[in-house]
């Protein structure tokens, strides 16, 4: 069975930033709290006319380019997210065209903030199946279309943004880089707790579910809270107890950025020191799927991910999903 390594990393976010400050003036907030209670200070916010596959597009492309791949070369493209632009064609399609990767095959996963995770191991599986030699795994969230900017519980959480990484065979000489191990788990008794009401075949689109605005992100977010911090610091002790691997062993923890206060109090039960944590949020906020790939190009361009180190991705979200993978960064 070949390994699989990440051979390259893009993302995009879009260049407009909305601020604290900003919030404090259409919503009853105020920095203090949104600092003190998320770690957020601003986020990037998509204009009008861009959507999540254009995100998804910018990032893919970033990630070709740095590996000096043609796109006709990609096997498959896999695009997680909560924000497609549309049900269907899949964000998956639109990033195949517009990438240009004839012959490429694709889908969309949601697992809404899990799904860069799981997304990830389903692409690392493609590869070590021996049937697929490049897969570009995506993860993409324009929340901001999502979110009701009267709602001060939730719009002070979200931002939009978009991160890429290719997957591919590991050279025979480099073996022990790629790919270890992942675990996940899914509790749907959760879903009620954070979700999109409407839209879907449960409640579809209509002038009364548009007024009593069920097409925005609702949230408890205290249920959303308890759920976050136990179960990713258990996924990740897992991960690394099947793999006999203590904390000092992992070199960074990048984890899902949706509350400093869940990085935070995860990383202190795991015993994983908070500069071995790559913690991002207060420019990002929460984007979903993004949060991963983007947490990773920081850690990279702080120089603390190199060749060689044990990286642990964990991350938790709605449905509840939890799911934390190990990987030998590769280049
Ligand atoms: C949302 C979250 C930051 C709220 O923090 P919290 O400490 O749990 O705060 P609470 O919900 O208990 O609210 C405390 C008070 O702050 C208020 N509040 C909520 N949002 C506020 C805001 N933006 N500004 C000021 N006050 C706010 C509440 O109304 C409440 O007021 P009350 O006591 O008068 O009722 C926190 O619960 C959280 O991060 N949850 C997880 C969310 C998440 O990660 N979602 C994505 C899934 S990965």
Known sequence: MPKVKISALGCYVPP?????????????????????RTGISE?????????????????????IQVRGIAPTELDAIL???????????STACLVQDRLGARGAWGFDLIAACSSFVYALNTGA??????????????GADT????????????????????GAMLLEPVAEDEGHLGYIDFLGEVDGSGGQYLK???????????????????????QDGQQVFKYAVRKMYEVCRDLMKKNGLAAADIHLMVPHQANRRIITATAERLGIPCERVIINIDRYGNTTA??????????????????GDLVLFAAVGAGFTVGATLWRWAY
């Not at 999109?196 to 609702?218: C, D, F, I, N, Q």
Request: charged share 25%; net charge neutral; hydrophobic share 40%.
């Open 143 to 162: 929340m901001s279309r999502i979110i009701d900017y009267t709602d001060r519980a939730t719009c002070v959480l979200f931002g939009d943004g978009a």
């Open 196 to 218: 999109m009401p409407a839209g879907g075949s449960r409640m579809p689109a209509s002038a009364e579910t548009v007024a009593r605005k069920l097409h925005y992100v609702h």
């Open 290 to 307: 993004g949060t991963i790939p983007l947490a990773t190009r920081d850690a990279i361009d702080q120089g603390r991910l190199k060749k």
């Open 16 to 36: 407009r930033v909305l601020t604290n400050q900003e919030l404090e003036r259409m919503v009853n907030t105020t920095n203090d709290w949104i600092l003190e």
């Open 125 to 138: 599986h493609l590869v070590m199946a021996g049937t697929h030699r490049k897969v570009m795994v995506i």
């Open 79 to 89: 695009v997680s997210t909560v924000t497609p632009d549309m049900f269907f064609p």
């Open 43 to 63: 986020r990037h916010i998509a204009d009008p006319e861009m959507a999540t596959s254009d995100m998804a597009y910018e990032a893919a492309r970033e990630a």
